[in-house]
């Protein structure tokens, strides 16, 4: 429990978290995912809470920035081939500790940052290399509510999640 309390901002990948990893490939070649609502309450929650919340992910997605931008996510990473220049941007621009920073993560792109994070997690369905390295591995899988579980831990454990609705 002692891990959550220290949390200051959540990284999340994208494809294999907030989705379920599977694309859709239209007949015109449009790639279609999909997202989880409850993951994107919490992540509004975490917000309000005023925990950072960003996103590193190697797609490009228009789509899915825009849902994430709805959300309130300002911190978003797209088209990336090394996240680890990416995460020591993040670090550098908001002076945070990287012991003060959970990473979501599910294959071999988010190895070496959640290496370098406070709290490294995964969902549960995550490749084996990445499940020995996290110390939070969630009982949902990427895009049924891996990231809702996360943030409701991290918020319970600051008091910031609601006792009732």
Not at 41 to 60: C, D, F
Not at 88 to 106: C, H, K, R, S, V
Not at 108 to 135: H, N, Y
């Amino acid at each position: 429990m002692d891990h959550f309390k220290q949390i200051k901002a959540i990284i999340f990948d994208v494809d294999g978290v907030l989705t379920d990893s599977i694309l859709h490939i239209t007949e015109s070649g449009e790639l279609l995912r999909r997202m989880n609502t409850r993951d994107g309450l919490a992540i509004k929650m975490a917000l309000a809470a005023g925990i950072r919340v960003a996103i590193m992910t190697g797609g490009g997605s228009q789509g899915v920035v825009s849902r994430l931008r709805n959300l309130g996510i300002q911190d978003i990473y797209i088209k990336l081939q090394d996240k680890q220049e990416a995460f020591e941007e993040f670090i550098d621009i908001y002076g945070l500790d990287p012991t003060n920073i959970a990473y979501m993560g599910d294959d071999w792109p988010d190895f070496e940052v959640m290496k370098r994070c406070g709290l490294p997690s995964c969902p549960s369905d995550a490749i084996e290399e990445i499940q020995t390295i996290s110390k939070f591995v969630a009982n949902t899988a990427g895009g049924a509510g891996c990231a809702r579980e996360l943030i409701e831990n991290i918020l319970k454990a600051q008091s910031g999640w609601p006792a009732e609705l």
